[in-house]
Structure formats: C-alpha cells, structure tokens
C-alpha cells in the first residue's frame, strides 16, 4: 500500500470526547457516575492502534484505550471508589458523538477529531494526538495524485471527518468520485485491499494501523 497527500494541509487534534462533568461540586457526569456505581466507556472495534478489538476475548486495546483507563483511575481516586464498575459499549464514527450526547457512554477515546461542529455537542480534552487526512493506494496502483482519481471508486469511513471533507472536494472539483462510505475502518481497508475502491481516505495515523 502506498500513502499520498489529498490535498488538504489541515490537521486535526484527536481527544477524549465526554459530557461536561468536571468541577468541584459533582454535576453531570461525575454526579451520574458516583449515583449509579457504574462508568462506560465507548470504544472502537478497528481503529488501529488507538482504540480496537485484537482477540476474541472482545475487550477493547490501544493508545487511546490506555488514556481511557487512566482517566478512569483518577475519577475512581476523586469520587473515592475503587471499586467503580467499568462498562464498555462499542460505538462507531456515526453514533459517537450521539451516544455520549445522550448519556450512554461516560467518555468515549478513539480516534475522534476535534472539530468545531462537535465542539459545540460534546466536550473535548487537550489532544491527544495530530493527524492529516491522506490516501492510501494498494502498491500496485498507477494512482499516485488526487486528480487521478476522477470518476473512480473512491472509500471512506460513514461519520467521519474524512467523509466530509472527501464529498466536499469531490463537488468542489467535480470529480465526479463515487464515494462509498464503509461502515468501519476495517470495512474500508477490506475494500482497498479487494479492488473495490482504488482509494481509501483516512487520517493518515488510522491509515498506518491498518497497514501495520
């Protein structure tokens, strides 16, 4: 597989995305955590190497994962429960942000980027990490620019910011792309990989892990 630029100089800031809970005198979330006994946490099944399911045990690794289990250390430490369950809920690009809007997950650390619509429905925490939105070819591919691939089967992931911005440059450019919009990063690697798509555009840190 080969990685180039999609013409995009922006890059984004990933962080923990959770309900807005942090001060002195428990509210929101931390009131609703200590209530219930209970935390949960969204995670990905492939975002590889934040946030991803590696064996049949189902349980949730990766660097964003470990972030995650650190920040549920220190609320056990503030709320004085150590023995605080810990619940996870697999989420995806689409119902992340809806999922900790609603109360169903306590905090959600994948590979979400910090965007200013999502800011003003979740809380974000200091990034975590930086990204650029690329693509990525198979090795054999004669596709080595953005331009080439006018009119051809191009994949991303539903939800994700990658999405918008590759349906925007499309209509921009009138590229005439068919953009096809996988369920999961795992789904849209599979496709690259079988010739269904030529291109598969990702940040280019998620792009790496599936490489890896």
Sequence with gaps: MRVFPAMLGATLTAALTFTPAMAAELTGTLKKIKNSGTITLGHRDSSI???YIADASGKPVGYSHDIQLKIVDAIKQELEMPELNVRYNLVTSQTRIP??????????????TNTAERAQQVEFSVGIF???TRLLVRKDSTYK?????????????AGSTAERMLKVMNAEKKMNMNVISAKDIGESYQMLESGRAIAFMQDDALLAGEMA
């Design 49 to 51: 190497p934040f946030s």
């Design 99 to 112: 999922l900790v809007q609603n109360g169903t997950v306590d905090l959600e650390c994948g590979s979400t």
């Design 130 to 132: 930086e990204a650029s």
């Design 145 to 157: 620019d953005f331009d080439h691939l006018n009119g051809k089967n191009v994949v991303t992931t």
